[in-house]
């Protein structure tokens, strides 16, 4: 099997996940280019083309506004993720960027698995969600795997109706991203390889279709799935890892 195909298989059923619940192509494209033997910078630009097209359209398309939640989140989140992409990209030949983005995967996982305690605590998070969007934005910009909290907080925030989370969630990475990916062209644009960027076509092509999923689904069931596949996906990383 060519590496070509194997990276076309991952992109497509990763599209399909993100075309459906607003999150997927970082969350789990990040560590599997990373197995492949991507660099951050170039993993980075190769997934997020993909994941803001999506994005761009879920949010756009979405009957749900809220501006207070959009200034908000602006506010609080995006200068973290700033200094935190700068510092990784930074120090990207230092830092193994696999070992902290297994780690985030398990203990987010198991955070989203335990979503039914988490809210429990609804009052809690309320008074601290500012600090929340900090540590979305600061996660996101280190190690590209912000998307877990940010359907944590989505959830939440949402009361669990799927087309305003959805809606939260592809905001986040819509914004994220465009910041991500413009800062990560300023500073690396001569290591990184523009030849994936057809990946673009392969995500208009198949959110469309996706969004029969999305309108028959039961969100809670697929979330729980979702996060059953990364918490075992960051335990192979980290086998690996020590092997």
Not at 64 to 72: A, G, N, P, S, V
Request: positive net charge; charged residues 15%.
């Amino acid at each position: 099997m060519s590496l070509l195909f194997i990276e076309i298989l991952i992109i497509a059923s990763l599209i399909i996940i993100q075309s459906v619940f607003g999150v997927g192509l970082l969350l789990f494209g990040t560590p599997s280019f990373l197995l492949l033997g991507y660099d951050f910078a170039n993993t980075i630009n190769i997934l997020m083309p993909v994941s803001i097209t999506i994005s761009l359209l879920q949010f756009f398309k979405s009957n749900i506004k809220d501006f207070k939640f959009i200034k908000e989140y602006n506010y609080y989140c995006l200068p973290f993720l700033i200094i935190f992409l700068i510092l990784a990209l930074q120090y990207r030949g230092i830092i193994d960027f696999k070992l902290y983005v297994a780690i985030l995967l398990i203990f987010s996982s198991i955070l989203i698995l335990n979503k039914k305690k988490i809210s429990s605590f609804k009052e809690r998070f309320f008074k601290i969600k500012k600090i929340i969007l900090v540590g979305i934005g600061s996660i996101h910009g280190f190690t590209n795997m912000g998307g877990s909290f940010l359907s944590i907080y989505s959830t939440l925030i949402s009361k669990n109706i799927k087309e305003v989370s959805r809606y939260y969630i592809s905001y986040g990475y819509l914004i994220m991203g465009s910041v991500q990916y413009l800062i990560v062209l300023i500073m690396t644009r001569e290591f990184l390889i523009f030849s994936k960027l057809y990946y673009i076509l392969l995500a208009l092509i198949i959110y469309f279709p996706s969004q029969k999923i999305f309108k028959n689904i039961n969100d809670n069931k697929f979330s729980k799935y979702i996060n059953i596949i990364a918490l075992i996906y960051g335990i192979i990383i980290i086998l690996s890892y020590f092997n």
